[in-house]
């Protein structure tokens, strides 16, 4: 049973244009999501996350939209670069349960 | 701040075999967990310590793994004996949980890669 689907699992994009990365997710307990970015033979790194009470959150060129009625998150990267190349991964967590879930990732090329 | 440090990073074994790795955590961070990641999936949690407690090791097959982190300190997590399935990056991550913050961020190591033949 996956709780946290990331079903693209692969993106490329031209450098400069928008990178729009899909979850969706099916336990509508959990508090907040988080976005990881993997670089090969490296350990993932958190990148921006969100409250469940949120529908919005920036930080600089990274923008992740919440939509609780669907149970659909989205990470923005505007503009892309070439070194935003990497695994992403959607994550979620629930107060109790104290464990991350992880999608199965997407794997972005941006392209120069 | 040195992150969190892995040993083996690669290793190969034959099945039935036993292999060990070992993980040592940011200073101070009192939450340390492993993963494992199978070719394309996500890391999948196995065991959870706070200090040397364990709290949540429900995903942990326990026929065959282990893992202990005596001191609170470094830990190590142990597969006797290996089936090919195990095959995968083995991930370890620490966390240092502040009173009154609900969520703290994870620190992820490199991974050691275990290939079973």
């Known amino acids: 049973d996956q709780q946290v689907k990331q079903n693209s699992p692969s993106l490329s994009v031209q450098e400069g244009r928008i990178s729009i990365l899909n979850c969706d997710y099916t336990?509508?307990?959990?508090?907040?999501f988080l976005w990881y970015k993997k670089y090969p033979a490296e350990g993932p790194t958190f990148l921006i996350s969100i409250s469940s009470i949120k529908d919005k959150n920036e930080d600089g060129r990274f923008t992740v939209f919440l939509n609780k009625s669907a149970k659909h998150l989205s990470l923005h990267i505007v503009p892309s670069q070439p070194g935003d190349s990497a695994v992403y991964f959607c994550?979620?967590?629930?107060?109790?349960?104290?464990?991350?879930?992880f999608g199965k990732g997407t794997k972005l090329t941006v392209n120069p | 701040e040195a992150g969190v440090a892995q040993s083996p990073r690669y290793k190969i074994i034959e099945k039935r075999q036993s292999v060990a790795f070992w993980c040592n955590p940011i200073s101070g961070h009192a939450t340390l967990y492993w993963y494992q990641q199978i070719l394309g999936q996500g890391p999948k949690l196995l065991i959870q310590f706070q200090n040397n407690g364990v709290v949540d090791d429900s995903q942990l097959p326990k026929d065959r793994f282990s893992a202990e982190r005596l001191k609170g300190v470094d830990s190590t997590l142990k597969i006797q004996p290996a089936k090919l399935e195990d095959s995968a990056v083995y991930l370890c991550?620490?966390?240092?949980?502040?009173?009154?913050?609900?969520?703290?961020?994870?620190?992820f190591g490199p991974g050691t890669r275990l290939t079973v033949l």
């Open positions: 994550a979620a967590w629930q107060g109790g349960s104290e464990k991350l879930v």
């Open positions: 336990n509508s307990m959990f508090d907040y």
């Open positions: 991550a620490s966390s240092f949980h502040l009173a009154g913050v609900l969520l703290s961020e994870q620190f």
